[in-house]
């Protein structure tokens, strides 16, 4: 399970998939709520992620996760 962090495109993307991406986070981690930046948009920091997770979110056009090594 890699850490990642989760960016988004545009401020657009980011109000289009925001719940999208809490749900897709909650329903791999138990967690609704992780570390996220003020920034617009902002960067979420939910930790690890098993690689399900990771391609879920990528499937969400204008998300993008990195994942930290």
Same mark, same amino acid.
């Given at each position: 399970? &890699?850490?990642?962090?989760?960016?988004?495109? =545009?401020? *657009?993307?980011?109000?289009?998939?925001?719940?999208?991406?809490?749900? %897709?986070?909650? +329903?791999?981690?138990?967690?609704?709520?992780? !570390? *996220?930046? +003020? =920034?617009?948009? &902002?960067?979420?920091? !939910?930790?690890? $992620?098993? &690689?399900?997770? %990771? *391609?879920?979110? +990528?499937? $969400? +056009?204008?998300? %993008?996760?990195?994942?930290?090594?």
């Amino acid at each position: 399970m &890699p850490p990642v962090t989760i960016r988004y495109e =545009s401020i *657009e993307a980011w109000e289009q998939h925001r719940d999208a991406v809490r749900q %897709i986070i909650a +329903k791999h981690t138990g967690r609704e709520f992780y !570390p *996220e930046t +003020k =920034s617009l948009p &902002p960067i979420g920091l !939910p930790g690890d $992620l098993h &690689p399900p997770a %990771i *391609e879920e979110l +990528k499937a $969400l +056009k204008g998300v %993008i996760v990195d994942i930290i090594h």
